[in-house]
């Protein structure tokens, strides 16, 4: 017979094994529900070696504004964890690295929406209040990477692999611009302007890679194009995987490494040579790198590593079907990354 000590202990045991069980299950619904929603926060669950971040890309109708906003959340290997947003003033070529406590950051764990102190972050729109910059812009007609047969993002089904050094997904492959903000050079306009959206999140930023991206084509509005390759560990040992998506009169056309698209690539004096075919489409990009600014970038989940990028990057894109050319033009305020070893990834 039990007394009622050891009675109540039970019945305490009871409800804290039952918290316990109902914690696991929420954060397994949490990331199952992200696993689907490549834009959302994928960190429940995760307390060391892990970063995520979002990149928020602004540029105004005249284009003497282009502005990069990158929040995030970074977690060492002894559990620490730091938030922060990144500024990047494209044209000015400087960049800004403002940390919060970890018990900033707040996200919605139903939809992409991110608290961070002050500041907000979704796919609708941005709410700033760091020092040098305030105020709203919100988004219309965004253009997601659509999902198909291959997987729910931008990753296809290299989504579901559970051990990738880093994820990517693409929010926005392009969006008008409401609202503006106070900055150092004063109150910007961003209202006709035009956006871009994109994240990582996992252990480490590849030690080699190539990203660009430019939706400011002249005479072309909604035309974008993001393309990016990289040196991607796996299991006991490495491939070259690159990933290409040209939206273009209401269409992205995709070309990965797991959609079996073909490419060959080269280097030149400050920028790349790109050819992508798949089926009866091809195409050709020749980027060229302009000055930049340095953004940290994760190692086992810290904010350690520097990357330079430039938001002032220039790319030509020529798109063909059938071997005939049906769009040709120059896309500006490029942004623009060439870090690590690149030489390592001409062998694709």
């Excluded at 409800?15 to 834009?39: E, G």
């Excluded at 509005?221 to 273009?248: E, K, Q, V």
Aim: proline content about 5%; aromatic content about 14%; some cysteine.
């Amino acid at each position: 017979m039990f007394s009622g000590r050891q009675h109540g202990g039970k019945i305490k045991n009871c409800f804290s094994l039952s918290r316990i069980m109902a914690s696991f299950f929420d954060i397994q619904a949490r990331k199952w529900r992200a696993l689907w929603n490549p834009d959302m926060y994928h960190g429940w669950g995760k307390s060391r070696n892990y970063f995520e971040g979002w990149y928020f890309k602004l540029v105004d109708p005249l284009g003497k504004a282009s502005l990069a906003f990158i929040p995030g959340i970074s977690m060492d290997k002894n559990g620490n964890k730091v938030a922060f947003v990144q500024v990047l003033d494209g044209l000015k070529a400087e960049s800004h690295y403002h940390a919060f406590p970890e018990n900033a950051f707040r996200a919605d764990p139903k939809r992409f929406y991110v608290e961070l102190g002050n500041n907000i972050f979704s796919n609708e729109m941005i709410r700033l209040d760091v020092p040098g910059y305030k105020g709203e812009v919100t988004f219309h007609n965004t253009v997601p990477w659509p999902a198909n047969n291959y997987g729910p993002g931008v990753m296809g089904w290299y989504s579901f692999v559970p051990f990738m050094q880093c994820y990517h997904g693409v929010v926005s492959m392009d969006h008008g611009l409401d609202g503006s903000l106070d900055t150092p050079e004063g109150k910007i306009a961003f209202t006709g302007g035009q956006g871009y959206i994109e994240k990582d999140w996992g252990r480490s930023f590849p030690k080699a890679w190539i990203w660009m991206q430019t939706n400011h084509f002249m005479d072309s509005p909604g035309t974008s194009i993001m393309f990016s390759i990289a040196h991607i560990p796996w299991l006991n040992g490495a491939f070259i995987g690159f990933l290409g998506g040209f939206l273009w009169k209401g269409k992205v056309y995709a070309f990965t490494t797991y959609n079996k698209a073909g490419i060959r690539i080269s280097l030149k004096e400050h920028g790349v040579l790109i050819s992508l075919q798949r089926g009866d489409f091809q195409l050709e990009i020749d980027a060229n790198q302009a000055p930049g600014a340095e953004l940290k970038s994760p190692i086992s989940g810290e904010m350690l590593g520097k990357v330079n990028e430039s938001m002032r990057a220039r790319i030509h894109v020529t798109f063909k079907k059938g071997g005939k050319t049906i769009f040709e033009g120059t896309g500006t305020h490029a942004g623009m990354e060439m870090a690590g070893d690149i030489d390592i990834l001409l062998d694709v």
